[in-house]
Structure formats: C-alpha cells, structure tokens
C-alpha cells in the first residue's frame, strides 16, 4: 500500500499501522485563536458567457462551468440555485479590473477616494479600473438538509442593484412584521435578461419560509461571529 492509498483509509496510518483514537476528540485544537477575520470569505459570482471560467482552454477554466450557473469563488462548486439566508448587507466601493484587461475584483473600499489611493499603492494604472457602488450582502447558504454549507459575499453592482434594492426592501417589510433579516431563507437562482447590449444572466430570489428554529440560531451565531464583538465595542 501506498502513503498516497493509505491517506484515504479511515484506519491506517501512513506508517500503515491502525489506530482506534476518533479524531472528533481533537477537533478545534490548534485553531482557538481563528476568528472570521482570519478566514477566507469566498463570493458567490453569476457566471457570464464572457467570463474566464467559462471559456475552455483559459487557465482560469472550471470544469463543468457554463454562463448562468452560480460558482463559489474559493471551492469553484459550481450550481443552478443555492438556499441562503441574508445576514448584512453594505455598500462598498470596488475596483473591477476592466474585461480587456483580464478582469476580476482588485478591491473593495469604503469610498471611491480611498479606492483610488488603494490603486495608487498597489502600482496599478487608474485607467484600468472601473470604480462603482457595489452593494454586497453577506449571506449564510444551506443546503437542502438545513445544514450550514458557506458563508459568502454576494456582490451586486450594475444591473443586480436593482435585485439588491428589491431584496432590502422585502426584507424591511418582514422586519416591520417582527422577522429579524436572518429569520428568512431565500432561493436564489440566475434569470435572463436582455437589454441594448444582448442578453446576459442576472439574480432572481423566492422566499422560501421562515427559517426553522435549528437555522435561525445557526444563522444567530454566524451574524453574531461577525459582528457581535464589533457591536459590543461600540
């Protein structure tokens, strides 16, 4: 047997020797001192055609991935619709790399002047950038199960604001029916849309229901990881 063979077995050791310890005892050890700033928030990003992820034979190319579909930035899990609770929301202002220039994020500030001095320190060119309003939920995604799968950013400028703007009010209007944001889990899936310049996918969001109470005091915790020291602070 192989290290490589042995790795995947449930008892044997790479020395090929067995042990009945369960590692679940040991589970956190080493990583007290992780906390969500020290994580790798992954975004959730609308795939179109003109994206690199989709174009086979790009280095950037995802397997399987295809405009409309809905890919995790970090894992690359690529998906038609994901169940999702929203935990925040906020305005940023975000530097995009333009397309001709091999687009992406470079990335997000608080003001369009800092974007621009945040430009100015990492040696890029302004001119290669657009800089705009990019409202950004924070969201806490399930599965069919209930079970807490990610939690991503979900950045909607340009033609999306108009779906976040939506989002934020329907979910005011639960608010003022006593629904705190995070008591609600949404679908949220890619429709088409065209405009003068063609076609292109965009977000559309159901309500599913209220969050049962296992989800809600999941969702709880999560919002409470975030922002409960930085509340308690001020």
């Excluded at 995009?96 to 040696?123: D, F, H, N, P, T």
Aim: charged residues 25%; hydrophobic residues 40%.
């Amino acid at each position: 047997m192989t290290k490589k063979e042995a790795v995947k077995g449930t008892a044997v050791a790479l020395d090929g020797k067995t042990t009945l310890a369960t590692r679940e005892e040991r589970n956190g050890q080493g990583s007290s001192n992780v906390t969500s700033d020290d994580l790798a928030i992954p975004r959730i990003k609308l795939l179109q055609a003109i994206n690199e992820e989709v174009q086979v034979g790009n280095p950037a190319h995802v397997e399987g991935a295809q405009a409309g579909l809905i890919m995790n930035s970090v894992s690359k899990e690529l998906t038609s619709s994901l169940f999702v609770i929203n935990l925040n929301f906020t305005k940023e202002f975000v530097a995009w790399r333009k397309r001709k220039q091999g687009g992406g994020i470079q990335g997000s500030y608080s003001s369009e002047a800092e974007a621009r001095v945040g430009l100015q320190e990492a040696g890029e060119n302004e001119e290669n950038f657009d800089i705009v309003e990019n409202p950004c939920h924070l969201l806490f995604v399930i599965n069919e199960l209930g079970q807490h799968v990610a939690t991503a950013l979900l950045d909607m400028p340009s033609t999306k604001r108009k779906v976040s703007k939506a989002w934020n009010t329907l979910i005011l209007d639960s608010e003022k029916a006593g629904q705190p944001r995070f008591s609600t889990v949404w679908e949220l899936a890619s429709v088409v849309e065209k405009n003068a310049e063609g076609t292109h996918f965009n977000y559309g969001l159901t309500k599913v229901g209220t969050a049962p109470d296992a989800i809600y005091d999941l969702a709880t915790a999560e919002y409470d990881a975030f922002f409960g020291e930085k509340k308690e602070a001020a």
